[in-house]
């Protein structure tokens, strides 16, 4: 590729997938659009994305503005390469026999993104963005994990594109929701359940009641890693998803929807089993860490069950032993 003109391509998405070339004259000490995106997301995860300027960028390396603007033309375009960065650097681990499971690892992912970085939220979303390294990579993930799905190519995007909106919508909540809590005292939550417990409102009486409504969490559990509302949502979506695809496959007669792929080259069949040996080495780290993650919650749950099961014992002693006393008397 590197050979190739790509003359008329829009210079910001050929930076993004390396194929720009670097400015002429620039700062004496090496300098890329890499790492001028590293320091600018550290920028924006600490202190938010208004701290995000050409000029604050350019101090973190001792530069001037004017010699960060041989690298990257705008904010604008700082930003449209911040948001693919945080897609870059995703490991996007998902199962690739299991499209329901896949799904679900991709969506949490996806929401993990947005949360690990709110300010990405405030990004406007712009077609050469999805043209980007790290937004190409999640589709492919995405449509690794749906490779058991009997869907066309077209139809799988659009299932995507769902989920997206789902992960976009429910981290941007979670972020609104978090702004507000400092307003959002308990005495206030209190009087909007008085408010409700006349009748007025009897559906939403209940989750109000709960304190569902206000995003009060469970013990450990779903609630733990913040994500339960997107199980919700998965649990309602997958079953209507596998629904749809499963009549059409069955309307098929169970062919597959896709013609039979094009003869490719060793070149291109080296280069898939790379990323099918890499994607598979990375599901089987998340799910050692996965299964670390319960083994220690296992541990948790089985002291608190002995603590509870010695509390049990001796409140049950306490009771004979006053029953016995109360018969005595």
Do not use: C
């Amino acid at each position: 590729m590197a050979g190739q003109d790509h003359e008329g391509a829009s210079r910001l998405v050929a930076m993004a997938w390396g194929l720009a070339a670097a400015p002429q004259r620039g700062p004496r000490r090496e300098l890329s659009h890499e790492r001028i995106v590293e320091a600018a997301i550290e920028i924006a995860d600490a202190e938010g994305l208004a701290a995000v300027t050409m000029q604050r960028v350019a101090r973190a390396f001792d530069f001037t503005t004017m010699a960060l603007y041989r690298y990257v033309s705008s904010k604008d375009d700082l930003q449209r390469l911040m948001l693919d960065g945080i897609a870059a650097g995703e490991t996007w681990a998902v199962d690739d026999e299991d499209w329901r499971a896949g799904l679900e690892q991709w969506t949490r992912i996806m929401v993990g993104t947005y949360r690990s970085h709110p300010w990405s939220l405030e990004i406007p979303l712009a077609r050469e963005t999805m043209l980007m390294p790290g937004q190409v990579r999640a589709v492919d993930a995405g449509m690794r994990a749906m490779r058991s799905l009997p869907a066309t190519a077209g139809d799988k995007l659009g299932v995507l594109m769902l989920l997206a909106v789902n992960a976009r919508g429910f981290a941007s909540l979670d972020r609104e929701m978090a702004r507000a809590e400092a307003d959002d005292v308990l005495a206030t939550r209190h009087l909007l359940q008085e408010i409700v417990a006349d009748g007025r409102f009897p559906d939403a009486q209940a989750v109000i009641e709960s304190g569902e409504y206000f995003g009060e969490e469970g013990s450990e559990g779903e609630g733990a890693d913040g994500l339960e509302d997107v199980a919700v949502a998965l649990s309602l979506l997958m079953p209507g998803i596998e629904r749809v695809f499963e009549a059409d496959d069955h309307a098929a007669g169970g062919q597959a929807s896709e013609p039979d792929d094009p003869a490719r080259s060793p070149e291109w069949e080296l280069a898939a089993a790379e990323a099918d040996l890499t994607s598979v080495i990375a599901l089987r780290k998340a799910t050692q860490r996965r299964a670390r993650d319960l083994e220690k919650r296992e541990g948790r749950l089985r002291s608190d069950r002995d603590r509870a099961k010695v509390r049990a014992k001796e409140a049950a002693k306490a009771a004979a032993k006053q029953a016995a006393e109360e018969d005595r008397d």
